[in-house]
Nanobody
Framework: QVQLVESGGGSVQAGGSLRLSCAAS???????MGWFRQAPGKEREGVAA?????????VYADSVKGRFTISQDNAKNTLYLQMNSLKPEDTAMYYC?????????????????WGQGTQVTVSS
C-alpha cells in the first residue's frame, strides 16, 4: 500500500504558475507515477506520467505539452508538477497516482494508488 499526499494547489490568474508536490509513503524509484485532473462534471484525465529508475521516461497530455513539467525526486520520494502559463481550462482537482505495474499511462484505470487531490483554480 502506498499513501500519496498532494500539496501546492491554489488560485492564480491566467498566465501564472504553480508547483504541485506529491509525497509518497514508500519509494518512488522504479514505480509508475502520474498526475491526473478532474474538473466538475468531467471525467478524470491524465496530465503527465513518469517512470524514473536512473533515467526518466515521461509522457504528457497534448493539452499541457510545453507548459507543464513532471519530475521526481527519488531521494525524497516526491513527485512534482510544475505548471506554467496556466489557463482557466486548467482549473480542476489535481491528483497524484501510482502503480507498480502499468507505467507511462494517462489512463486512470491503470493506477491503483491515489492521493486525495489538491485544487487548482485559474481565473481569467
Amino acid at each position: 500500500q502506498v499513501q500519496l499526499v498532494e500539496s501546492g494547489g491554489g488560485s492564480v490568474q491566467a498566465g501564472g504558475s504553480l508547483r504541485l508536490s506529491c509525497a509518497a509513503s514508500k519509494y518512488t524509484y522504479g514505480r509508475c507515477m502520474g498526475w491526473f485532473r478532474q474538473a466538475p462534471g468531467k471525467e478524470r484525465e491524465g496530465v503527465a506520467a513518469i517512470y524514473s529508475a536512473g533515467s526518466s521516461s515521461i509522457v504528457y497530455a497534448d493539452s499541457v505539452k510545453g507548459r507543464f513539467t513532471i519530475s521526481q525526486d527519488n531521494a525524497k520520494n516526491t513527485l512534482y508538477l510544475q505548471m506554467n502559463s496556466l489557463k482557466p481550462e486548467d482549473t480542476a482537482m489535481y491528483y497524484c497516482a501510482a502503480d507498480d505495474v502499468r507505467c507511462l499511462s494517462l489512463s486512470a484505470y491503470n493506477y491503483n494508488y491515489w492521493g486525495q487531490g489538491t485544487q487548482v483554480t485559474v481565473s481569467s
